[in-house]
C-alpha cells in the first residue's frame, strides 16, 4: 500500500503519544485524545487508521496495547531494522554513538568512510573502507542508508548506495539528492531548518516589541 509520507509521519506521532499515555498507565484511548496529541482532528486520525484496516470503538475507544502493536507492524518496528552510514567525521560519529535508536529497533549494523584513519574493524560498530559497501549491504541485506558526508561527496554517496542496493536514504548532507525512481530519499538540512527557525524568533520578538 502506498501511502502519502505526511500520513506516515503521522502514524509516528500516534505512536509516540501512545507509549507517552502508556507509561502513565492509560489502557485505552480516544481518536480525540490522539487528535489533541498531535494537532490534528479527530476525523484525521480515524482517516489515518481506516487506511490500514484499524478501526476502533466509538464509545470503548482503542485499546493502546493492540493499537501499538499494529502500528509497529505498519512502520517496521515489529523487527530491528540494521542501516548504514556512509561518513565517519562528527555527524556520523554523533550518529554511531547515539544510544536512542535501539529502542526504537534501529541498528547501525556499520559505517563506510573513504579515510584509512577513521576505519576500525574491532569496533562495536565497525568502520569499513567505502569500497566495501556493496558487498556489507548484500551480506547483511541492509536496505537503509544514512548519507553524513559533505555535499560535494553526497551525490557519489548516494549512488553507491542504490547500486549496492540501499532502498531508502536518510540524506544530512545539505543538498537535495535525486535518485532512482525505486528509492525513496528524505533530506534533512539541519541548516536550513536552523534559519527557518531563527527567522521565525526574530518575528515573534518584533511582533513582541512594538
Same mark, same amino acid.
Given at each position: 500500500?502506498?501511502?502519502?509520507?505526511?500520513?506516515?509521519?503521522?502514524?509516528?506521532?500516534?505512536?509516540?503519544?501512545?507509549?507517552?499515555?502508556?507509561?502513565?498507565?492509560?489502557?485505552?484511548?480516544?481518536?480525540?485524545?490522539?487528535?489533541? #496529541?498531535?494537532?490534528?482532528?479527530? #476525523?484525521?486520525?480515524?482517516?489515518?487508521?481506516?487506511?490500514?484496516?484499524?478501526?476502533?470503538?466509538?464509545?470503548?475507544?482503542?485499546?493502546? &496495547?493492540?493499537? +501499538?502493536?499494529?502500528?509497529?507492524?505498519? +512502520?517496521?518496528?515489529?523487527?530491528?531494522?540494521?542501516?548504514?552510514?556512509?561518513?565517519?567525521?562528527?555527524?556520523?560519529?554523533?550518529?554511531?554513538?547515539?544510544?536512542?535508536?535501539?529502542?526504537?529497533?534501529?541498528?547501525?549494523?556499520?559505517?563506510?568512510?573513504?579515510?584509512?584513519?577513521?576505519?576500525?574493524?574491532?569496533?562495536?560498530?565497525?568502520?569499513?573502507?567505502?569500497?566495501?559497501?556493496?558487498?556489507?549491504?548484500?551480506?547483511?541485506?541492509?536496505?537503509? &542508508?544514512?548519507? #553524513?558526508?559533505?555535499?560535494?561527496?553526497?551525490?557519489?554517496?548516494?549512488?553507491?548506495?542504490?547500486?549496492?542496493?540501499?532502498?531508502?536514504?536518510?540524506?544530512?548532507?545539505?543538498?537535495? +539528492?535525486?535518485?532512482?525512481?525505486?528509492?525513496?530519499?528524505?533530506?534533512?538540512?539541519?541548516?536550513?531548518?536552523?534559519?527557518? +527557525?531563527?527567522?521565525?524568533?526574530?518575528?515573534?520578538?518584533?511582533?513582541?516589541?512594538?
Amino acid at each position: 500500500m502506498i501511502t502519502n509520507k505526511n500520513c506516515i509521519i503521522r502514524l509516528s506521532r500516534y505512536k509516540n503519544s501512545l507509549y507517552r499515555l502508556q507509561s502513565l498507565g492509560f489502557v485505552k484511548v480516544f481518536s480525540e485524545n490522539l487528535a489533541d #496529541a498531535v494537532g490534528v482532528t479527530a #476525523a484525521q486520525v480515524r482517516k489515518d487508521f481506516s487506511l490500514f484496516g484499524i478501526s476502533g470503538n466509538r464509545r470503548g475507544g482503542y485499546e493502546i &496495547g493492540s493499537l +501499538l502493536e499494529k502500528l509497529n507492524t505498519i +512502520l517496521g518496528k515489529d523487527q530491528v531494522q540494521k542501516v548504514v552510514v556512509v561518513g565517519a567525521g562528527h555527524l556520523g560519529g554523533a550518529l554511531m554513538r547515539y544510544n536512542g535508536f535501539e529502542k526504537e529497533g534501529i541498528k547501525i549494523a556499520a559505517c563506510f568512510d573513504i579515510d584509512p584513519a577513521t576505519y576500525d574493524r574491532a569496533s562495536r560498530i565497525p568502520v569499513l573502507p567505502i569500497e566495501e559497501l556493496r558487498a556489507f549491504v548484500k551480506d547483511n541485506a541492509i536496505r537503509i &542508508g544514512i548519507i #553524513a558526508v559533505p555535499d560535494v561527496a553526497a551525490a557519489q554517496v548516494a549512488e553507491q548506495m542504490s547500486n549496492a542496493g540501499i532502498r531508502g536514504i536518510l540524506n544530512f548532507a545539505p543538498i537535495r +539528492l535525486k535518485v532512482p525512481e525505486d528509492v525513496t530519499i528524505n533530506n534533512v538540512n539541519l541548516e536550513l531548518e536552523l534559519e527557518n +527557525l531563527i527567522y521565525f524568533v526574530n518575528i515573534l520578538n518584533k511582533t513582541k516589541a512594538k
